[in-house]
């Protein structure tokens, strides 16, 4: 089962945002500049601006009563994972590019295409899930709602990275904003090349000695 679309709050990174547009924080209504730290409303799976003082606020877990989560900022990759054929066919996925992350109040992990229509939502069984990602530490390190795992897949080989899961919508709005034609054309591949470079450029590897049997390679 699949939808297309994006939740209550991600909309905001599916458009070019407007010069005089003033952010504000969500909670508190202060103004925010351009880098500021996003909120996960567990309840409504929307993102949320937020001050750094609201985002240090909801960065205790349990605060708030656990509607409220602030996504981190930590990058990590695992340049030891490759997808292996079998077992990444289990989860029928259909593209080279997407994201996963733990939904919290379904209990299940959900598959996020970046297409040129928004984020396209797949049912992940999660067994297959397991199975395809026992041998990277990047599943197991997944923070429920705020993160998510990145997947990229193609003729110069398989990518993995546990990323900010703002940062995951991110690359959805540069998709639907650059996309042109039926391949998305250059502009959407600059994009997409530059989004990747940003992530390896912030991302920490994980040690090697850290891979455990599974997908690692040796």
Same mark, same amino acid.
């Given at each position: 089962?699949?939808?297309?679309?994006?939740?209550?709050?991600?909309?905001?990174?599916?458009?070019?945002?407007?010069?005089?547009?003033?952010?504000?924080?969500?909670?508190?209504?202060?103004?925010?500049?351009?880098?500021?730290?996003?909120?996960?409303?567990?309840?409504?799976?929307?993102?949320?601006?937020?001050?750094?003082?609201?985002?240090? %606020?909801?960065? $205790?877990? /349990?605060?708030? =009563?656990?509607?409220?989560?602030? *996504? @981190?900022?930590?990058?990590?990759?695992?340049?030891?994972?490759?997808?292996?054929?079998?077992?990444?066919?289990?989860?029928?996925?259909?593209?080279?590019?997407?994201?996963?992350?733990?939904?919290?109040?379904?209990?299940?992990?959900?598959?996020?295409?970046?297409?040129?229509?928004?984020?396209?939502?797949?049912?992940?069984?999660?067994?297959?899930?397991?199975?395809?990602?026992?041998?990277?530490?990047?599943?197991?390190?997944?923070?429920?709602?705020?993160?998510? %795992?990145?997947? $990229?897949? /193609?003729?110069? =080989?398989?990518?993995?990275?546990? *990323? @900010?899961?703002?940062?995951?919508?991110?690359?959805?709005?540069?998709?639907?904003?650059?996309?042109?034609?039926?391949?998305?054309?250059?502009?959407?591949?600059?994009?997409?090349?530059?989004?990747?470079?940003?992530?390896?450029?912030?991302?920490?590897?994980?040690?090697?000695?850290?891979?455990?049997?599974?997908?690692?390679?040796?």
């Amino acid at each position: 089962m699949s939808r297309s679309g994006a939740a209550p709050g991600l909309r905001r990174f599916l458009g070019p945002r407007r010069e005089a547009e003033t952010e504000r924080c969500e909670l508190c209504s202060i103004e925010v500049g351009p880098d500021h730290r996003h909120l996960v409303d567990v309840e409504r799976r929307s993102l949320a601006c937020a001050c750094q003082g609201c985002a240090v %606020l909801f960065d $205790r877990p /349990g605060a708030g =009563g656990g509607r409220f989560r602030t *996504v @981190p900022d930590r990058y990590l990759t695992d340049p030891g994972w490759h997808a292996d054929p079998v077992r990444w066919q289990a989860l029928r996925i259909p593209v080279e590019m997407v994201f996963f992350f733990l939904n919290s109040t379904l209990e299940r992990t959900v598959a996020l295409y970046p297409s040129p229509a928004g984020a396209t939502e797949n049912e992940v069984d999660q067994d297959a899930f397991e199975a395809a990602f026992d041998g990277t530490p990047l599943a197991r390190e997944l923070a429920p709602d705020v993160e998510a %795992l990145l997947v $990229r897949r /193609g003729s110069d =080989g398989d990518s993995c990275h546990l *990323v @900010p899961v703002d940062a995951a919508y991110q690359l959805v709005g540069r998709l639907r904003l650059h996309w042109q034609g039926f391949d998305g054309g250059r502009e959407a591949r600059q994009e997409i090349a530059a989004f990747f470079d940003d992530v390896k450029r912030k991302a920490q590897a994980v040690p090697t000695a850290a891979r455990e049997g599974g997908n690692a390679r040796e």
